[in-house]
């Protein structure tokens, strides 16, 4: 390989890992995200673009979501709902560290 070419490959590895960004959320409730109900508990969240993965051993749900940058960060992350039939839906998730919050469609 020459040496532009591992450079190359180097830099697009960078950004690959620096596209997609992985925080942990815990849910205090039973939680609804696109449409599966998600057990209370300590969830792996991964954010590439507009699709939030949250993974917890097998157990995987994708969904889209609008990233929103404010001017202040999060001292800790939160999780805000809407109530509909009886049961909380994810509206979004406030990410502690960051401006940063998913908006979930």
Wanted: aromatic share 6%.
């Amino acid at each position: 390989m020459t040496k532009s070419l591992k450079l190359l490959a180097l830099f697009v590895l960078a950004l690959a890992i620096a596209s997609a960004s992985t925080h942990t959320v815990t849910l205090f409730q039973p939680s609804v995200v696109s449409g599966t109900e998600l057990k209370p508990g300590d969830y792996k969240l991964t954010v590439e673009n507009d699709k939030a993965t949250i993974m917890k051993g097998k157990n995987k749900v994708e969904a889209t979501v609008k990233v929103e940058t404010g001017s202040d960060k999060f001292s800790t992350t939160s999780v805000r709902y809407t109530s509909e039939a009886g049961k909380y839906k994810i509206r979004e998730i406030r990410l502690g560290g960051t401006s940063t919050t998913l908006v979930f469609n």
